[in-house]
């Protein structure tokens, strides 16, 4: 969502989208698209053109949601440092391991 808030009301292409996400799959990316738009959170926009087109926008219900969204952006960057020392601590202790001695 945050290349699309990012895009101002302007439409995004699938393929920006996509190099915009590091390790996302075409795949994966169609099938959260689909979702959001099911949601009535995106709207997509097919070209019949060679080669062809896709942009998807933010519907009004999904622009509205951008305020709640960058709370939580907030907070994640607020607190992913000590998200990483905690997952960092998980690992060490074996994960799963260490949930079988509990």
């Known amino acids: 969502?945050?290349?699309?808030?990012?895009?101002?009301?302007r439409p995004v292409r699938f393929s920006t989208l996509?190099?915009?996400?590091?390790?996302?799959?075409q795949?994966?990316?169609t099938l959260t698209?689909?979702?959001?738009?099911?949601?009535?959170?995106?709207?997509?926009?097919?070209f019949a053109e060679t080669p062809p087109r896709?942009?998807?926008e933010l519907t009004e219900i999904g622009s509205s949601m951008l305020p709640a969204l960058e709370?939580?952006?907030?907070?994640i960057r607020d607190n992913w440092p000590r998200i990483d020392e905690?997952?960092?601590?998980y690992d060490v202790r074996g994960g799963e391991t260490a949930e079988a001695g509990r």
């Open 33 to 46: 698209l689909r979702n959001l738009e099911r949601d009535g959170l995106l709207a997509r926009r097919y």
């Open 18 to 25: 996509k190099n915009g996400i590091e390790g996302i799959t």
């Open 54 to 56: 896709v942009e998807y």
């Open 27 to 29: 795949r994966m990316l």
């Open 71 to 75: 709370g939580f952006t907030s907070w």
């Open 86 to 89: 905690c997952r960092r601590a």
């Open 1 to 9: 969502m945050s290349h699309l808030a990012a895009a101002n009301g």
